[in-house]
């Protein structure tokens, strides 16, 4: 931190007036103005942070690792040590892509299933394990990310924290009764309809080792005991995690900037920077 000169703070200057920059348990809430970066990257390397980065590429999801990769190589966590952890059952097709100084790729091969949904729940499980057996001696913090998505801006370490989530791009707006919660009590995943702070996305998230073991072993049980029970939630993991994350509150939300559909939903001017986007695909084809 010596000799490096930045603005200062000022306390009565708010950093953003047109978005909610905390939440009501003391949580920041990031968005492009509300952090410098120079700062946090100066903090986190006097830590010699090592940040792993999960992806599940099963069946024909690989197709979407290059360009995954290669965008994560230019815009994730630069300057930092990575390690990359592709989960997948065609390893053989894993792509050959570039790697910058301190990062690298590990391959861990796992089982496909038939349907979608369940590849997708599946996940939890995967990182619970791979969580206590492995991440926990090899990183520090873990990001768990959808493969048919593309870096296309900053994400650096202003994300890191205990336990991350990300604001779903279709439902920051929206009133709690109007989030695709799983609504049916039969359900673990359950939540109210005058309960919920916000409503995350299933595709991002992340947080130190332990609490992302947490999280994903608690998600993985609640999906077993509601197998056994004869149901699935609305939304899969996506429907545990929001229940997970209503009673766990995370210690940072990040912004839709951080996880972003402009097909979907253009470019409002309330974001400043698009960094983790959809890439255009045909779900049928590809899920099946």
């Not at 007036?17 to 006097?46: M, S």
């Not at 990575?82 to 570039?98: E, G, K, L, N, S």
């Not at 929001?242 to 972003?260: G, Q, R």
């Amino acid at each position: 931190m010596e000799g490096m000169v930045y603005a200062q703070p000022k306390a009565l200057t708010p950093s953003r007036k047109d978005v909610l920059v905390l939440t009501p348990w003391l949580a920041p809430i990031i968005w492009e103005g509300t952090f410098n970066i120079d700062i946090l990257n100066e903090q986190f390397r006097l830590q010699n942070t090592t940040v792993g980065l999960t992806v599940f590429a099963i069946k024909k999801y690989v197709v979407f690792l290059k360009l995954f990769l290669e965008t994560a190589e230019q815009h994730f966590m630069v300057g930092h040590k990575v390690i990359y952890y592709v989960f997948t059952d065609r390893p053989a097709d894993v792509p050959q892509v570039p790697l910058g100084a301190g990062r690298k790729l590990v391959v861990l091969t796992v089982r496909n299933y038939t349907r979608w949904q369940d590849v997708s729940m599946h996940r939890m499980e995967m990182i619970s394990r791979f969580s206590e057996q492995r991440f926990l001696h090899e990183v520090d913090y873990l990001v768990c990310a959808d493969v048919d998505m593309k870096f296309s801006d900053h994400v650096g370490v202003e994300i890191l924290s205990a336990l991350f989530g990300t604001l779903h791009p279709g439902f920051y707006s929206s009133s709690r009764e109007a989030f695709t919660y799983e609504r049916r009590p039969k359900s673990q995943a359950y939540i109210p309809r005058d309960e919920g702070d916000f409503y995350y996305m299933g595709a991002f998230f992340g947080g130190s080792v332990v609490e992302v073991y947490r999280l994903t072993k608690a998600c993985h049980q609640a999906m077993v005991e509601d197998k056994a029970n004869g149901i699935e939630a609305v939304w899969h993991d996506e429907s545990h995690l929001n229940k997970y994350l209503l009673y766990h509150k995370p210690t940072k939300v990040l912004s839709p900037e951080y996880m972003w559909d402009q097909q979907l939903l253009g470019w409002p001017s309330i974001m400043k920077k698009l960094r983790y986007v959809a890439v255009p695909k045909n779900h049928q084809a590809i899920r099946n």
